[in-house]
């Protein structure tokens, strides 16, 4: 592949050489949930449950699953849990006092950030370790579900999907994604021309994806993956399920399960595979129309068909919360599988192609947890308002509340109001600004009040 890639940068225009690529990108590729492209390097262990191959599955479009209506091992009248970010993982004694001090605040759920840019905070065989990690031999994950359920604290696994990277220099790690496996990496249109002619294997290709995400820090946080490329999708499919076979969890939890923007993801393999896929949506006429164009013209067919360029995108997401939510329940279906979506739906499905409504209703999540990040009372009680309205139950919907934007009081205000809304839960985010900058009041910290004021401690 990288041969070919190479044979084929030397030559021709853009729109040629797309044409060229695509050649060896459908013979080894097809379709996006099928035939891995590049081999990750450190085989994942092996699975005992049999999960249905990609190809033999139903179409996500057409398909609605039951909503699982087994108990989850942990039930609560009211989930309170909080985001734990990865850099509390980093030592034996900053787990053991992450867990005690959420559990003396009435915290009953913790989701913790296992894979945060493509890396691991448990013992992975797929992915390298947090470069934070300050204890070689610790495994945070395992201590985390050690210390919780002894308290009868729940834990999620928080996996962060298609973020792999920062706006920073490129992981130390040669085994990471981005280094091993940049031909993974989703590229935004204004870069697409400009790296269509540079091999992913250049390092030059990967440092102009940071350089751009530094140039637009407001929008953008750093490297994606291509959620279209099957070995994206196997990649994080196998994250899951290593975590679902080797941890006592109670959940595992999505996170940028999106793209970033709708100027994603314009790289040659997701161009590639969107030809593929909208041949036989277009009339034969129209399709050879769009084909000679796309000779010359990069964007012939995203521009030519926008809608239809939009449900591939949304297909593509989809599709891996489906492959993934089979085999996790396959596994265990106690597991509670949930999500953390873009709190306004509509932008959610028209611009990061995240259609969580439909997930919800189709049974493809347990639990939605909106991101109503906003110090706006009115605002927040509104995107409450339309996740309920879009949850079959008050159980499949937790309030995200953004705790690192208001004062204590505004925090407490926001769990009244996403009780008063109808949610089955709260999550604040996060435990790590909570007791770092936002620790407030070093008499009366605000973890403390919570648990005091509205926890029930």
């Known amino acids: 592949m990288r041969t070919a890639r190479r044979a084929s940068t030397a030559t021709g225009s853009p729109g040629g ?25 450190t085989e ?9 191959p990609p190809a033999e599955r139903p179409s996500v479009e057409s398909e609605v699953r039951p909503v699982s209506t087994v108990e989850p091992k942990r039930s609560f009248e009211e989930v309170r849990a909080v985001w734990v970010v990865r850099y509390t993982l980093t030592s034996e004694q900053a787990v053991r006092s992450m867990v005690r001090t959420a559990s003396e605040a009435g915290i009953n759920t913790l989701i913790v950030q296992v894979r945060g840019r493509g890396d691991a905070f448990y013992d992975s065989g797929l992915e390298p370790p947090g470069e934070s990690i300050r204890e070689p031999d610790l495994d945070p994950l395992r201590l985390v579900v050690e210390e919780a359920h002894a308290r009868g604290m729940a834990v999620h696994a928080w996996v962060n999907t298609h973020l792999v990277w920062g706006p920073t220099e490129l992981p130390e790690s040669p085994e990471h994604l981005v280094r091993a496996h940049p031909d993974w990496l989703s590229v935004p249109r204004p870069l697409a021309r400009e790296l269509a002619g540079i091999d992913p294997f250049d390092e030059r290709f990967v440092r102009r994806l940071i350089r751009y995400a530094r140039e637009n820090a407001a929008t953008v946080e750093g490297i994606y993956t291509s959620p279209s490329h099957p070995a994206v999708q196997d990649r994080v499919h196998a994250v899951w399920l290593d975590l679902a076979t080797r941890y006592d969890l109670d959940g595992l939890h999505f996170d940028y399960i999106r793209f970033p ?3 994603y993801d314009y790289s040659i393999g997701a161009l590639e595979r969107f030809r593929f896929w909208v041949r036989d949506r277009l009339a034969p006429t129209r399709f050879a129309e769009l084909d000679r164009a796309y000779e010359s013209d990069l964007f012939a067919f995203t521009d ?18 489906t492959r993934i939510r089979d085999d996790v329940k396959a596994v265990d279906p106690r597991l509670v599988v949930s999500a953390a979506v873009i709190a306004d739906p509509e932008l959610a499905y028209v611009d990061r192609f995240q259609d969580w409504r439909s997930w919800l209703r189709d049974g493809l999540l347990d639990v939605a947890v909106p991101m109503a990040y906003t110090p706006d009372a009115e605002r927040f009680a509104e995107l409450v308002a339309e996740a309920r309205a879009a949850a079959p139950a008050a159980d499949r919907l937790w309030a995200g ?29 996060s435990y790590d600004w909570a007791v770092g900058e936002g620790r407030g009041d070093p008499d009366d910290p605000l973890l403390d009040r919570i648990g005091r004021e509205r926890f029930g401690r």
């Open 401 to 429: 509340i953004g705790a690192y934007m208001n004062s204590a009081r505004g925090t407490i205000e926001m769990i009244d109001l996403a009780r008063a809304g109808g949610a089955g839960g709260v999550v604040l985010f």
């Open 261 to 263: 923007s709708a100027r």
């Open 17 to 41: 050489l797309v044409v060229r690529i695509g050649l060896v990108v459908l013979a080894a590729v097809g379709l996006a949930g099928c035939t891995v492209v590049g081999t990750p390097r």
């Open 304 to 321: 030519g068909e926008p809608a239809l360029w939009d449900d591939f995108r949304r297909a593509q997401v989809t599709r891996l919360v």
């Open 44 to 52: 994942p262990p092996p699975v005992t449950v049999r999960v249905t």
